[in-house]
């Protein structure tokens, strides 16, 4: 297996033909694989359990159950079970025709198992990249997260993850993910941004590729603040985020697993970038005031 490309960070051996890699970079490795049939779920309660949003538009179920040999096995209702080894740091790929789907749902919750296994925290984040450094955009879903990535991008800024960020808290630094964009019908009028081609279309939402001029290399980018995404229908305006906020709002936006030191590890590491200078944004979530707010935030952090 060669190289391929790059994702959160580490540089991916794989025979797999993979849409969304950065273009090298990545200074730790991850193995993905096919597996040659479809594995069994292993028995028992999962993990965690919960629902996410289907390639048909409606909910399809996940849960995470542990499998044999120190392994996990991750299952999604419409595409299958991934086997992930996050000591190894491998991850075998399910037999399924939807290869967009299958490849998006890898970097989620099987990617972050890794990312856990070699000391790095993932949080419900999207990240973009403003001069020479990172910025994380946190909050929970339907508040703008990947709309406001799509703006940066729109800007000519590079959109470093849209969904899940992965940070390095010792030395405070984004680990660029997926280069991909899914975004919700209505927001583009059927227009497609440039610097982006259509990766699949969904009912309710295009899912777009960065072109290879747009997406960088996988290397660490260092984290210069964090916004925490608020809504307000009063403008745009900033207020310096306590640190106690900080804290609490990236472990609640945090991936960890019950009973195995991840939950205190996030903790932690939510402390550690509570010192990074953080700013709550207040915004209206209107298409209108995104470049206002991409301009807003660039202005900011350069302050």
């Given at each position: 297996?060669?190289?391929?490309?790059?994702?959160?960070?580490?540089?991916?051996?794989?025979?797999?033909?993979?849409?969304?890699?950065?273009?090298?970079?990545?200074?730790?490795?991850?193995?993905?694989?096919?597996?040659?049939?479809?594995?069994?779920?292993?028995?028992?309660?999962?993990?965690?359990?919960?629902?996410?949003?289907?390639?048909?538009?409606?909910?399809?179920?996940?849960?995470?159950?542990?499998?044999?040999?120190?392994?996990?096995?991750?299952?999604?209702?419409?595409?299958?079970?991934?086997?992930?080894?996050?000591?190894?740091?491998?991850?075998?790929?399910?037999?399924?025709?939807?290869?967009?789907?299958?490849?998006?749902?890898?970097?989620?919750?099987?990617?972050?198992?890794?990312?856990?296994?070699?000391?790095?925290?993932?949080?419900?984040?999207?990240?973009?990249?403003?001069?020479?450094?990172?910025?994380?955009?946190?909050a929970p879903g339907r508040y703008g997260k990947?709309?406001?990535?799509?703006?940066?991008?729109?800007?000519?800024?590079?959109?470093?993850?849209?969904?899940?960020?992965?940070?390095?808290?010792?030395?405070?630094?984004?680990?660029?993910?997926?280069?991909?964009?899914?975004?919700?019908?209505?927001?583009?009028?059927?227009?497609?941004?440039?610097?982006?081609?259509?990766?699949?279309?969904?009912?309710?939402?295009?899912?777009?590729?960065?072109?290879?001029?747009?997406?960088?290399?996988?290397?660490?980018?260092?984290?210069?603040?964090?916004?925490?995404?608020?809504?307000?229908?009063?403008?745009?305006?900033?207020?310096?985020?306590?640190?106690?906020?900080?804290?609490?709002?990236?472990?609640?936006?945090?991936?960890?697993?019950?009973?195995?030191?991840?939950?205190?590890?996030?903790?932690?590491?939510?402390?550690?970038?509570?010192?990074?200078?953080?700013?709550?944004?207040?915004?209206?979530?209107r298409r209108d005031q995104l470049p206002g707010?991409?301009?807003?935030?660039?202005?900011?952090?350069?302050?």
């Open positions: 297996m060669s190289t391929a490309g790059s994702c959160f960070g580490a540089a991916v051996a794989t025979a797999v033909e993979l849409e969304f890699l950065r273009l090298g970079g990545g200074d730790s490795r991850l193995t993905v694989e096919q597996l040659p049939e479809a594995a069994p779920l292993p028995p028992g309660a999962p993990l965690i359990a919960f629902t996410a949003t289907g390639a048909d538009g409606r909910p399809a179920k996940a849960a995470l159950h542990r499998s044999d040999g120190g392994r996990l096995a991750f299952w999604v209702e419409d595409v299958g079970t991934y086997l992930i080894d996050p000591a190894a740091s491998w991850i075998g790929l399910p037999p399924c025709d939807d290869r967009v789907r299958r490849e998006q749902m890898l970097w989620n919750v099987p990617a972050m198992l890794c990312a856990l296994a070699r000391q790095e925290v993932c949080i419900h984040a999207a990240a973009v990249e403003v001069g020479d450094g990172a910025v994380l955009l946190a990947t709309t406001l990535a799509l703006a940066f991008h729109e800007a000519g800024l590079r959109m470093l993850s849209e969904d899940v960020a992965i940070v390095r808290p010792a030395t405070a630094e984004v680990l660029p993910g997926p280069a991909l964009l899914r975004v919700r019908d209505g927001l583009l009028d059927g227009a497609v941004p440039a610097g982006v081609s259509v990766a699949a279309r969904r009912p309710g939402r295009t899912e777009f590729s960065i072109a290879a001029d747009r997406r960088g290399s996988g290397d660490p980018v260092r984290l210069h603040g964090i916004v925490l995404l608020r809504q307000s229908e009063r403008g745009i305006w900033f207020d310096r985020a306590d640190p106690g906020d900080v804290v609490r709002d990236l472990f609640a936006l945090g991936f960890h697993l019950p009973g195995d030191g991840s939950q205190a590890a996030c903790f932690g590491a939510a402390a550690d970038l509570s010192t990074l200078p953080a700013w709550n944004l207040h915004r209206p979530l707010t991409v301009t807003a935030i660039v202005e900011q952090v350069a302050a």
